[in-house]
């Protein structure tokens, strides 16, 4: 047993080499089109109530930290271990208690688990979040994950009635990148067929551009 614990005592990751472990830093947007990004994003959730945010592919946490710094408590879900990880690590050097890293796939999220699957909820059935983010994670449930637009509206409604998402059109290079390597059947994903998509579940309160770059910051809420 004490061998053991020294084994994993000694062992070490450096959190790196996965597939959106730089995301943050490696974007299809220059310092101009950050800045405006995080002001909207400020603005918006200052918009918002309540309590709790989930930001949905938070990857390092750069937005979490706005959502935290307005006051909110912030679940904050990605895919990429090696994302999860480093922003886990910046937490506790900086003593941070109000946002909690966890590594998620929200095309397959966590079912409900133990007797009757009772024990542990699933991620659907521990929502509403009071808030949600969804930044630069909509091309990748769409195109990465073939899933239906209307059927993004519909899941990302059962997880909040305040959502604050990013549409990443087709000629951002993050989705050029996407669809590089499968055929384009896509033919809705637009800024018309996002809204389209989006207007049975959710109403628009604010639609504003980011600066500097052809994406669009929306704050929805749930009908």
Same mark, same amino acid.
């Given at each position: 047993m004490i061998s053991l614990r020294d084994t994993i005592g000694g062992l070490s990751w450096e959190p790196s080499g996965t597939e959106w472990a730089d995301y943050d830093t490696n974007t299809s947007y220059g310092a101009d089109a950050t800045a405006s990004k995080e002001r909207l994003v400020a603005d918006l959730v200052a918009q918002t109530s309540g309590e709790t945010v989930w930001d949905l592919g938070a990857n390092t946490g750069r937005f979490s930290r706005i959502a935290a710094a307005a006051g909110r408590s912030v679940v904050a879900f990605d895919i990429d271990p090696a994302a999860v990880e480093r922003n886990y690590r910046a937490l506790?050097?900086?003593?941070?208690?109000?946002?909690?890293?966890?590594?998620?796939?929200?095309?397959?999220?966590?079912?409900?688990?133990?007797?009757?699957?009772?024990?542990?909820?699933?991620? $659907?059935?521990?929502?509403?979040?009071?808030?949600?983010?969804?930044?630069?994670?909509?091309?990748?449930?769409?195109?990465?994950?073939?899933?239906?637009?209307?059927?993004?509206?519909?899941?990302?409604?059962?997880?909040?009635?305040?959502?604050?998402?990013?549409?990443?059109?087709?000629?951002?290079?993050?989705?050029?990148?996407?669809?590089?390597?499968?055929?384009?059947? @896509?033919?809705?994903? $637009?800024?018309?067929? @996002?809204?389209?998509?989006?207007?049975?579940? @959710?109403? $628009?309160?604010?639609?504003?551009?980011?600066?500097?770059?052809?994406?669009?910051?929306?704050?929805?809420?749930?009908?």
């Open positions: 506790r050097a900086e003593g941070r208690e109000d946002i909690l890293p966890l590594v998620m796939d929200l095309a397959d999220p966590s079912p409900g688990l133990g007797w009757a699957h009772a024990e542990r909820a699933s991620l $659907t059935d521990r929502a509403p979040a009071d808030t949600a983010l969804a930044l630069a994670l909509i091309h990748h449930l769409a195109i990465g994950r073939n899933i239906p637009l209307p059927a993004i509206a519909e899941q990302l409604a059962r997880f909040t009635p305040q959502l604050i998402i990013e549409f990443v059109p087709r000629d951002d290079p993050m989705v050029r990148q996407l669809l590089a390597t499968r055929e384009d059947v @896509f033919a809705d994903y $637009t800024p018309d067929g @996002f809204r389209a998509a989006f207007a049975p579940v @959710f109403e $628009t309160v604010v639609e504003a551009p980011v600066e500097g770059s052809s994406r669009t910051l929306t704050l929805f809420r749930r009908r």
